[in-house]
């Protein structure tokens, strides 16, 4: 007696590329979607304490941008990856031109986060900065 194959020629080789080509769709498209949350741009707030005058700032990431007594220098920028809760997180680099002391290079050096500026605060007595957009 002879045993009968439940699999018809063919059909595996048909289910097993569609399932590759599936795959490699998602795969690509989950690095494309990765790509998005990096920005070129990086949007800030500037405020002087002294005259109150807000002014906003579109750097390009890698740039350095000269404004009044600071420069100011955005490395890095990207966007959260949850739509209910957005967060913009940027790594910024801000030089005070004034201080002349070679110890204190930076007046301040780290990531910025536009929901908690508190984390990593920004402290000068003249400016204050907010992170407000990537793009």
Not at 28 to 54: C, H, P, R, W, Y
Not at 58 to 67: A, Y
Not at 91 to 109: R, S
């Amino acid at each position: 007696m002879r045993l009968k194959k439940n699999i018809k020629p063919g059909k595996t080789k048909v289910n097993f590329i569609a399932l590759v080509l599936i795959f490699n769709i998602l795969f690509f498209q989950n690095l494309n979607f990765a790509d998005d949350l990096e920005g070129i741009f990086t949007s800030i707030k500037v405020l002087d304490k002294i005259s109150s005058k807000n002014t906003l700032i579109k750097l390009k990431n890698g740039e350095e941008f000269k404004h009044k007594d600071l420069l100011i220098k955005s490395m890095k920028c990207k966007n959260s990856e949850f739509d209910d809760n957005p967060e913009i997180m940027a790594y910024i680099q801000v030089e005070d031109l004034i201080n002349k002391n070679k110890d204190d290079v930076f007046v301040f050096n780290g990531w910025m986060f536009s929901s908690s500026p508190s984390i990593a605060p920004f402290d000068h007595p003249v400016y204050d900065i907010w992170l407000v957009g990537c793009y």
